[in-house]
């Protein structure tokens, strides 16, 4: 459906099913090794489990943000490669929605919280916005993940829309 913005793809989602929640649009980019696909309306769930895409090498990292939600719901990252999952935690370190520290291989999972635990999270004390920053920074360097933040943020990208089943 051409080049958008994330706002521009949400009012082409809104003007094709009546709202963007009816529909999935997805914002579709590369960066060094990475694809990256930015998905708008739907349910978090849609795509089902990140193992299966994992397989055969792959990895395959989930950044979720609800913002939309009237719940407060902390942003969720997890990382999948082949078929399993490294490590999953929510990015207030919190024991809200699931998670009590970082889940995940053993391995994996220990090493990271060791990471988050000497940058001193989490810290109830520390505003939100604050640990998610700090949480996100030690995620992006642990993983070597690295994305075009203004380009997914503000820019426009090659966009598609999903047709509702």
Same mark, same amino acid.
């Given at each position: 459906v051409g080049e958008h913005t994330g706002d521009s793809l949400l009012e082409l989602m809104d003007d094709t099913y009546g709202d963007s929640f009816d529909g999935i649009g997805l914002r579709l980019g590369c960066a060094d090794d990475w694809t990256y696909a930015v998905a708008y309306g739907g349910w978090p769930g849609e795509f089902g489990p990140l193992a299966q895409v994992s397989r055969d090498g792959a990895h395959a990292c989930l950044l979720q943000y609800e913002e939309e939600n009237g719940k407060p719901v902390p942003p969720q990252f997890e990382y999948f490669h082949d078929g399993? =999952?490294? +490590? %999953?935690?929510? =990015?207030? =370190?919190? $024991? +809200?929605?699931?998670?009590?520290? &970082?889940?995940?291989?053993?391995?994996?999972? $220990?090493?990271?919280?060791? =990471?988050?635990? $000497? $940058?001193?999270?989490?810290?109830?004390?520390?505003?939100?916005?604050? &640990?998610?920053?700090? %949480?996100?920074?030690? &995620?992006?360097?642990?993983?070597?993940? +690295?994305?075009?933040?203004?380009?997914?943020v503000s820019g426009t990208l090659p966009a598609v829309l999903l047709e509702p089943a």
């Open positions: 399993r =999952l490294l +490590s %999953a935690c929510n =990015l207030h =370190l919190d $024991a +809200s929605w699931g998670y009590q520290g &970082v889940d995940g291989e053993p391995g994996t999972a $220990a090493r990271l919280q060791q =990471l988050l635990t $000497a $940058a001193g999270l989490p810290d109830p004390e520390r505003d939100e916005r604050e &640990v998610h920053r700090i %949480a996100l920074g030690i &995620v992006e360097k642990f993983f070597g993940l +690295s994305l075009p933040k203004d380009r997914i």
